[in-house]
């Protein structure tokens, strides 16, 4: 079973669409998560961080949910801009402390 | 005034041959890091290196050798490329540990033919 698994989309949406993506991983000592964004070709940048109370940035919102190991990204108000890949990361613990990324979510936001 | 910098940006050499990719950081940083984006995407850790010192080194071949000149440099060496080594690798560094932001480089994309 791979770490960190999401669903690899795409996701093709209308500008102003509501979508949510989900990610579960397998190692319950996983000491945080992150969601980063990848545009075609280009690097990953953080987006934000994942935190067990939920947390909002702007027109995006992360869940954690540790008891069913999943996380969570809600993104409101699609943008032709949030066309990207989404990738879960999950900060392993132990002598497992390292980054691990998901394969990621393409998303397609549509005029 | 880029943060994370990569050279090259596009390397296509011959099986066999021996390479090197280059990165800087001008963050001020204690870490910096290699990671390999495989053609199906997955993006894997496989070295890191805190103030000079390797402190994650994952399963990766010894044809790999990452060389920290000083904690703002850190390259990849790789000896007798292989098919399999075309990828996309990308360099990246956080303020202190592995839990802090990392910012990757703009990648460098390798070709073996």
């Known amino acids: 079973r791979k770490e960190v698994e999401q669903d690899p989309g795409p996701f093709n949406v209308p500008e102003g669409a509501t979508v949510a993506f989900n990610c579960t991983y397998s190692n319950s000592a996983s000491q945080s998560f992150f969601w980063y964004r990848q545009d075609c070709r280009k690097e990953p940048k953080l987006l934000m961080s994942?935190?067990?109370s939920g947390n909002e940035d702007g027109r995006f919102t992360a869940q954690l949910n540790r008891a069913s190991q999943y996380i969570s990204l809600l993104i409101r108000d699609s943008k032709l801009s949030d066309s990207a890949t989404y990738l879960c990361?999950?900060?392993?613990?132990?002598?497992?402390?390292?980054?691990?990324f998901g394969k990621g979510t393409l998303l397609t936001v549509n005029p | 005034d880029t943060a994370v910098s990569q050279t090259p940006k596009y390397l296509v050499t011959q099986m066999g041959n021996d390479k090197s990719i280059k990165c800087e950081q001008n963050?001020?940083?204690?870490?910096m890091y290699w990671y390999k984006q495989d053609s199906k995407k997955f993006l894997k850790i496989m070295f890191s290196y805190n103030n000079k010192e390797l402190i994650i080194n994952e399963t990766v071949p010894n044809r790999f050798s990452p060389k920290s000149p000083d904690k703002a440099h850190l390259n990849l060496h790789i000896n007798s490329l292989e098919l399999g080594d075309s990828a996309v690798y990308f360099c990246a560094s956080s303020q202190g540990t592995v839990a802090d932001t990392q910012y990757f480089g703009p990648g460098t994309r390798l070709t073996v033919l």
């Open positions: 963050l001020g940083h204690d870490t």
């Open positions: 994942v935190y067990s």
């Open positions: 990361v999950e900060l392993g613990g132990g002598s497992n402390y390292k980054l691990t």
